[in-house]
C-alpha cells in the first residue's frame, strides 16, 4: 500500500507557473513508477506525465510536451510537475498515482493502482 497527497495547486494567469508535489508515504518509494493526470470537468481523466521507476524513462502527453517536466525525488518520497507556460485549457484536478514496477501502458490511468485525492489547478486568460 501506499498512500499519495498533491499539493501546490492554485488559480494562476496564462502563461504563469505551478510546481505540484506529491508525497507518498507508506510502500518503499524507490519501486514505484508514478505518473500525473489530470480531469476537466465533463472530460475524461487524461494523462499528462508520468516517470519510470529507475527515473530513467519519462513520458508526456503531446499537449504538455516542452512545458511540463515530471521529475521524483527519492529522498524525500515526492514526484513533482513543474507546469510553465500554464494555458487556460490546462484547467483540471491533477491527480498523482502510483503502479509497483513494472508497468505497460504508463499512459492509461487503469494502469495504476493508487491515486491521490487531487489538486486544483486553474489557469485564468
Known amino acids: 500500500q501506499v498512500q499519495l497527497v498533491e499539493s501546490g495547486g492554485g488559480l494562476v494567469q496564462a502563461g504563469g507557473s505551478l510546481r505540484l508535489s506529491c508525497a507518498a508515504s507508506?510502500?518503499?518509494?524507490?519501486?514505484?513508477?508514478l505518473g500525473w493526470f489530470r480531469q476537466a470537468p465533463g472530460k475524461e481523466r487524461e494523462f499528462v506525465a508520468a516517470?519510470?521507476?529507475?527515473?530513467?524513462?519519462?513520458y508526456y502527453a503531446d499537449s504538455v510536451k516542452g512545458r511540463f517536466t515530471i521529475s521524483r525525488d527519492n529522498a524525500k518520497n515526492t514526484v513533482y510537475l513543474q507546469m510553465n507556460s500554464l494555458k487556460p485549457e490546462d484547467t483540471a484536478v491533477y491527480y498523482c498515482?502510483?503502479?509497483?514496477?513494472?508497468?505497460?501502458?504508463?499512459?492509461?490511468?487503469?494502469?495504476?493502482?493508487?491515486w491521490g485525492q487531487g489538486t486544483q489547478v486553474t489557469v485564468s486568460s
Open positions: 507508506g510502500r518503499t518509494f524507490t519501486g514505484f513508477n
Open positions: 516517470i519510470s521507476w529507475t527515473g530513467g524513462t519519462t
Open positions: 498515482a502510483a503502479k509497483w514496477r513494472p508497468i505497460a501502458t504508463p499512459r492509461t490511468p487503469s494502469s495504476f493502482d493508487y
